[in-house]
């Protein structure tokens, strides 16, 4: 099972065994429509159901099926919940989740040239867009990290067959 990471217990909620939960979908309510939840244990992946589910605040308070109590709960908090990653919604054609993204190589176009710039390390969200974190290695013209808006400006073309994105960016920067 592939499975992906989307959000974290992050502390108890109240002493009836709810818990805080901090997501990391875009709409915070998305990561309750994603079941089931699973989570590492020292034993494997074990699987949660929600059973009732609120916002608060900035995030979400969970009730978790079976835990009642807040000392249960508790030892709860501090794992990541996971997610089958064939659960997630297809996506329209030029729309990519995050972790396809990454690993993929990117391919500056620039000045009639093809530079490798390196691979996508990360993303980041900033507000105003995405931006991808590209690291250096051992085929690109240099190590340096560069972090290239996720904007049609820039971004060309992403193929997730060929493992490749391509730019229009300049290499010095």
């Known amino acids: 099972m592939e499975t992906l990471v989307v959000g974290r217990i992050t502390a108890v909620f109240g002493v009836r065994g709810w818990v805080k939960v901090y997501s990391y979908t875009e709409q915070v309510e998305t990561l309750c429509s994603y079941k089931p939840w699973w989570v590492e244990t020292a034993s494997g992946l ?53 972790y396809q993204l990454v690993g993929l190589a990117v391919i500056s176009h620039h000045q009639g040239e093809q530079i490798r710039l390196g691979k996508v390390k990360s993303l980041l969200e900033t507000g105003a867009n995405d931006v991808l974190v590209i690291k250096g290695d051992s085929e690109s013209i240099d190590r340096e990290e560069r972090l290239i808006p996720y904007v049609d400006q820039f971004v060309s073309s992403v193929s997730l067959a060929e493992r490749r994105i391509d730019v229009n960016w300049d290499p010095a920067f």
């Open 46 to 98: 074990q699987q949660l159901v929600v059973d009732e589910w609120r916002r608060h605040g900035e995030n979400l308070v969970a009730h978790i099926v079976g835990i009642d109590d807040r000392d249960i709960a508790q030892t709860w908090c501090g794992n990541d919940i996971l997610v089958e990653k064939n659960k997630l919604p297809e996506l329209q054609n030029d729309d990519f989740y995050w």
